[in-house]
């Protein structure tokens, strides 16, 4: 079962350098949980705190994280591609 694995992760990363499938890992890792969390937080009654002003700190709290999140996920794929044309 492992063998599969292995062989479905350099099937997909295209035999890479373990550097550049880290790159990738961390783009998918940082950007899953992001575009998640900003999903989930749309809805108003997904969490504890439902008044307007205790959402509105909630949004306030955790959007530049979510943010942060994204925007390094998004340099990591731009890292990624540009690594494959380079080489």
Known sequence: MPAFYLSSLLAFTGGQPLWQQGVLAMAFLTGIPAVT?????NFTGSTPL???SEVAREMRRYIR???GLGILSALCLIATIVLRFLG
């Not at 969390?37 to 937080?41: Q, S, T, V």
């Open 37 to 41: 969390a900003y999903i989930a937080l």
């Open 50 to 52: 439902t008044g307007p």
């Open 65 to 67: 994280p979510m943010a």
